[in-house]
């Protein structure tokens, strides 16, 4: 039963923080957060479709900007080259192809909120993350391909916003979040596992609907929602799900990162062409 899968899910996070307390009382703090992450990264894993990969690292642009690191990365794995992975499984992966990232909190706390929002104003406007337009937004105009037409939703203005979430287990103070002045630049979806969650969203017809801020910004409506840990995390799950599920990327070229002439460039004195003739078959 679905309930059930979720319950065992909740049971193996509370007890791998217990267990993380227990080595960062030991004085190692690097493993302490390991136990983890990891097992948060591995629980959402599960969950997505099997063309989405989820990874801890960093996201490269072809100017050679490095973003922070990021505790969750979601990109395509179909249409991403992996430019390096370390044996900690931290990656490089290039911005063109990520579609979410996250951060992993043990206790969530007053300020995480814009400390995140500091990383993901670096990798959108700092990194200069293209947005693409999505043409059949609208229904069918002029300008609208026919791949736009049968991959994407007419409600969809771009084929990859970024969807970002702070993920935790307890809170300390959690009525008292900083929030950006301009809330710009926060994270859409705050879920803690032992109290409930935040969504960026609205009300209508008595329902919620989920906002995203490259979809909606300025973002002005959060909605509060205690609930236990069995709807929070199926929450999470299913946003997840259903951002990946109306985003489309193109496939990835290597073109844009190999713009330094002096070292990709082929100059006319290093080609030689050849005439290939036919050979006639022998009898």
């Known amino acids: ?80 080259p992996k430019f390096f992975e370390s044996k900690n499984d931290t990656v490089f992966y290039p911005i063109e192809s990520v579609l979410a990232v996250g951060e992993i909190k043990k206790t969530l706390r007053k300020n995480d909120m814009v400390d995140f929002g500091k990383k993901i104003k670096y990798l959108k406007v700092d990194m200069d993350r293209h947005l693409v337009e999505n043409t059949a937004f609208g229904g069918i105009k002029g300008n609208t391909s026919f791949v736009d037409l049968m991959a994407m939703k007419n409600n969809r203005k771009y084929k990859n916003p970024l969807f970002s979430f702070i993920f935790a287990i307890d809170e300390d103070g959690i009525e008292n979040l900083a929030i950006d002045d301009e809330n710009l630049y926060m994270p859409n979806d705050i879920y803690v596992l ?67 002439r002096d070292v990709y460039a082929i100059k006319s004195d290093e080609l030689k062409a050849y005439n290939v003739v036919p050979q006639k078959p022998s009898t």
């Open 1 to 80: 039963k679905f309930h059930e899968i979720i319950n065992n899910i909740i049971s193996e996070i509370n007890e791998a923080k217990r267990k993380a307390t227990s080595i960062h009382g030991a004085g190692n703090i690097k493993s302490s957060g390991d136990e983890v992450e990891s097992l948060i990264r591995e629980k959402i894993s599960l969950f997505l479709p099997e063309r989405y990969l989820v990874k801890q690292g960093h996201i490269v642009n072809s100017e050679g900007k490095v973003s922070n690191q990021f505790d969750i990365i979601i990109f395509d794995r179909l249409s991403t």
């Open 194 to 260: 032992n109290w409930g969650f935040y969504l960026y969203a609205k009300i209508e017809d008595g329902r919620i609907v989920t906002q995203i801020e490259d979809e909606d910004s300025p973002l002005t409506s959060l909605i509060e929602v205690k609930k236990p840990g069995i709807v929070c995390l199926a929450t999470m799950f299913n946003q997840l799900i259903t951002h990946l599920n109306k985003c489309h990327i193109e496939p990835f070229s290597l073109s844009k990162y190999m713009t330094d």
